[in-house]
């Protein structure tokens, strides 16, 4: 009885782990840019509805063709929301912010854009190319949401980083040379 009590036991803690680790995938984001490949890799366990979002828009091919049309040397780069003639494309309904997720704006994390409202987030990134701590969510201040971080192809981030950039209507700190998103690809 005792043996059985004990296999019993035993196996039920077996499932439970494997449950765990089968809970949360490892979710990887390929973006082919025109500067290079940056790989990503998602936190869905710390930031599920953000990576959701992102895996959302990638998967319906959302960002294919759009550009990184803000640039901030020494901040971070962004994208996700305007083609090379500074047009947005359409989005879905904004989503809750995560910014309470435990995880830093440092450099290479991928975060989410938002306006002044913590709950406005859509489609736009962003991806530190410094540390941001100061972008971070502190006490009742929400900050902006991290959800991933570059695994591979940080070299391209800091190239485009360090592109020359210009105004563009009301858009500040455009690139002067587009550097398009050809595609997001999700590998779970």
């Known amino acids: 009885m005792r043996n059985a009590l004990c296999f019993a036991l035993s196996s039920a803690i077996g499932i439970s782990s494997m449950l765990s680790l089968t809970a949360h995938a490892d979710i990887t984001a390929i973006m082919d840019t025109s500067a290079g490949v940056i790989e990503l890799k998602l936190d869905d366990e710390k930031a599920p509805i953000t990576v959701a979002n992102f895996v959302s828009y990638a998967k319906a091919g959302h960002y294919d063709g759009l550009v990184f049309h803000r640039v901030i040397p020494n901040f971070m780069i962004q994208g996700g929301g305007m083609d090379a003639e500074m ?47 100061n972008l971070d969510g502190r006490g009742p201040r929400p900050g902006y949401a991290v959800f991933g971080e570059v695994s591979r192809g940080m070299d391209v981030v800091d190239s485009i980083s360090a592109v020359e950039t210009t105004s563009v209507g009301y858009f500040r700190d455009v690139p002067k040379q587009p550097i398009t998103i050809n595609s997001v690809k999700i590998v779970e």
């Open 87 to 133: 047009k947005p494309r359409d989005t879905q309904p904004p989503i809750k912010n995560e910014s309470s997720n435990g995880l830093s704006n440092r450099r290479g994390t991928i975060a989410m854009a938002r306006t002044n409202d913590p709950d406005s987030a859509t489609s736009q990134f962003f991806i530190n190319s410094v540390n941001n701590t």
